[in-house]
């Protein structure tokens, strides 16, 4: 194999999209009433852009489009529908040892009224992604994906499908609950017991719809302005899964939290151990500082990385503590805000670089983030 | 000498007000469930009814040892009121009584917007514009943020008067119907709240940034304090970012959002006690940033003290935190007004 433009490290990207392309492809892994419910009738059957969407386009329409012109796969099809193509065009050329595919069709789900409806579609979409995709190159690894819909069912496909070679993680959708809750302790269970990490991804919802998790405040008025409080969400979720008692209930639990950002977590971390110390008494589950178990439980992807003013502003950015115990490398590919690998890796510190490239997806994922 | 540029005053009962209130308005409020409800709104951190305070002193403004801009935090809680007139009411009763008792030459009042009367509130403003007592004016949180054009009234009014906007959290953000909602949905546990008020500053940094109010009001100054400062490099790296990406989206931003941040925006202090060992941190603050942070001492409610502040921050923080304190405040507290 040719050098790569990242050299010799291995490298877990832990972000990195795939679609369907068609709804169609489904089918076979549908029962006939729930092939007879999606495919003749869903929300469209195929687009550039996948065939089910969280995001209220009409609400808050992106300026362009969400994807990358220059990854749609030659021989047709939306932007990471084709296994080969993604391999051509991100893994080979990067030197990608392991990219963690999060689908996002599933973000659909979010919209459907029908708990049986989302668990057909998501078991379903899961298999899908397992048969053509794990089975397509070894350097794919899949976190299934599951919603609050029916914890109970998402449980049981945790359990069904979690061991199979590849799957290294579980992708629960944020929608009307906050991560803390007790209701998701039926996928928390199944997760640790099949030693999987809980992966949470924006998936396009908020903000959207009156059961939506929001940002603070109110409702910004469009796209740029709402993408720019995003990672709020994502905060709020790890603040509520720390202050709730979550790891205490699940010590072995392991979160990676994608696209939310990560350079506001020294400010969180200050103010969360500060208010913690002065009112222990009004978090009774917690047992250590609110930061201990942020670094100890959680993991946060680069991309968007921010971009620093200056070589100072870059050193404190990185210097957070304990964030070489918590930054994992991410492309979001092939969305239109992609990180390129090799210039994001480039800025990553070398003394982090280890860290970032891939042993802190070792700690969330284990070992099986490397197929043989 | 250092400003206390955000510090409270609330009256310990309620009846106090009957006297500034019209008849039929007094008849209104002299009913026990909100009489009694003083306790809940002289509540500054009400983030939940776990969190309490001690029963409010009287606020003596001659005891104070600086200036200090006084927030009549009472008058916050009607951004969770469902009678939106009564709220007018109330307001105008409690700055009335606010001038009256907590003005001094060292304190200078903040005027309490009604959020559900802006046309009104821009009325009274411009009334009070000359009166020296008043130094800046705060607007209850809504859930229509700050860079809306229905505040543009308010905005019009307080830079055409001269005054700064200061803004707080009342506590019920995120709780009551009505009330701006906290990032998330409903929190699992009380200390959550707490700690994810800062984002109710940054979304409304976002919206003034990005709906462009500074073009609006080119003088328009706007403190938010009681949710720290450390937050603002993160935030500023993504709207720079977001602006970058988008700003064919947005051609009425002109300016990088950073720099305007630096001319408009005002951060506090207050809690110092999460930003301790600011080596770690202050590398993210650019020296235009960093003359955006004032003293506020919180005070009467788990108040930071000027010296226990510099103690967390470093000595150098003296004459920064006064300097900015100046800049913030000067302009409203000396302004010339007409006889």
Redesign the interface.
């Known amino acids: 194999m040719e050098q790569t433009v990242t050299g010799a490290r291995r490298i877990v990207d832990c972000d990195v999209h795939p679609l369907i392309k068609s709804v169609s492809a489904l089918k076979p892994y549908f029962s006939k009433e729930w092939a007879d419910f999606f495919v003749p009738s869903s929300v469209g059957q195929s687009s550039t852009n996948g065939f089910v969407f969280a995001r209220a386009r009409d609400r808050y329409p992106h300026p362009n489009t969400t994807y990358r012109l220059d990854a749609l796969p030659p021989a047709g099809g939306p932007a990471g529908s084709d296994p080969a193509f993604v391999v051509q065009d991100l893994i080979e050329p990067f030197g990608i040892t392991t990219a963690l595919l999060l689908p996002q069709e599933h973000y659909g789900v979010i919209r459907f009224a029908s708990s049986a409806a989302a668990a057909a579609f998501e078991r379903a979409n899961n298999e899908y992604l397992i048969d053509h995709w794990l089975e397509a190159d070894r350097r794919f690894a899949l976190a299934l994906t599951v919603s609050e819909h029916d914890p109970k069912a998402a449980a049981e496909s945790i359990r069904a499908l979690g061991h199979r070679n590849g799957v290294v993680g579980v992708q629960l959708l944020i929608n009307k609950s906050m991560l803390g809750s007790l209701v998701f302790d039926p996928i928390y269970e199944a997760a640790q017991e099949m030693g999987l990490a809980i992966v949470s991804h924006q998936n396009g919802s908020e903000g959207c719809y009156s059961y939506s998790q929001v940002p603070a405040g109110g409702a910004p008025r469009f796209y740029g302005e709402r993408h720019s409080v995003l990672p709020q969400i994502g905060a709020a979720n790890v603040v509520d899964m720390i202050m709730s008692g979550v790891f205490e209930r699940f010590p072995e639990l392991k979160v990676v939290m994608v696209e939310w950002g990560f350079s506001w977590l020294g400010s969180l971390m200050s103010r969360a151990d500060y208010l913690w110390h002065k009112n222990r008494s009004a978090a009774p589950h917690l047992k250590r500082q609110p930061s201990e178990y942020l670094v100890e439980h959680f993991k946060f992807a680069t991309q968007p990385l921010d971009e620093a003013s200056g070589i100072r502003e870059f050193e404190a950015m990185f210097g957070i503590p304990g964030l070489d115990r918590m930054l994992l490398f991410s492309s979001d590919y092939p969305h239109y805000d992609t990180d390129a690998p090799d210039v994001i890796l480039g800025k990553i510190p070398e003394q982090m670089k280890d860290a970032v490239y891939w042993r802190n997806a070792v700690e969330s994922f284990g070992p099986k983030i490397f197929r043989q | 000498m250092p400003i206390d540029c955000c510090r409270f005053a609330g009256v310990k009962k309620f009846e106090d007000l009957f006297p500034l209130m019209p008849g039929d308005w007094r008849r209104h409020f002299d009913r026990y469930e909100w009489t009694g409800a003083v306790d809940l709104a002289s509540n500054h951190i009400r983030v939940?009814d776990?969190?309490s305070h001690e029963p409010l002193s009287v606020f003596d403004p001659m005891s104070l040892d600086m200036e200090a801009l006084v927030l009549p935090h009472q008058g916050l809680i009607v951004n969770g009121w469902s009678d939106l007139i009564a709220a007018g009411v109330f307001l105008d009763a409690l700055n009335d009584y606010a001038l009256e008792h907590w003005a001094s030459q060292k304190s200078r009042v903040v005027h309490v917007v009604n959020p559900h009367d802006p046309a009104g509130s821009a009325e009274r403003i411009g009334r009070c514009a000359g009166d020296r007592r008043i130094a800046a004016i705060t607007i209850p949180?809504?859930?229509?943020?700050l860079?809306?054009v229905s505040w543009d009234p308010v905005f019009r009014a307080a830079t055409e008067a001269g005054l700064p906007v200061v803004i707080h959290f009342s506590g019920v953000?995120?709780s009551y119907a009505g009330a701006?909602?906290?990032?998330?949905?409903?929190?699992?546990?009380?200390?959550?709240r707490?700690?994810?008020m800062?984002?109710?500053a940054?979304?409304?940094v976002?919206?003034m940034i990005?709906?462009g109010a500074f073009y609006r009001f080119p003088t328009l100054q706007v403190l938010f304090a009681g949710f720290?400062f450390?937050?603002l490099?993160?935030?500023l790296?993504?709207?720079?970012?977001?602006?970058r990406?988008?700003r064919?989206?947005?051609p009425w931003v002109k300016d990088k959002p950073?720099a305007k941040v630096v001319d408009h925006i005002w951060a506090s202090t207050y809690?110092v006690?999460?930003?301790?060992n600011p080596e770690?941190?202050?590398?993210?603050f650019?020296e235009p940033l960093l003359r955006r942070v004032v003293f506020a001492s919180n005070a009467p409610f788990?108040g930071d003290p000027f010296t226990q502040v510099i103690d967390t921050l470093g000595q150098e923080w003296a004459q920064r935190l006064a300097d900015n304190g100046s800049a913030f405040a000067h302009p409203a507290l000396r302004r010339e007004v007409a006889a």
């Open positions: 939940s776990r969190f949180l809504m859930p229509t943020m860079g809306s953000e995120g701006p909602p906290l990032a998330g949905a409903p929190h699992t546990n009380p200390l959550s707490h700690i994810l800062p984002h109710l940054e979304s409304n976002a919206s990005f709906e720290g450390k937050w490099p993160s935030l790296r993504r709207l720079d970012q977001e602006w990406n988008f064919s989206d947005m950073s809690p006690g999460e930003a301790h770690i941190w202050l590398g993210e650019s788990d």
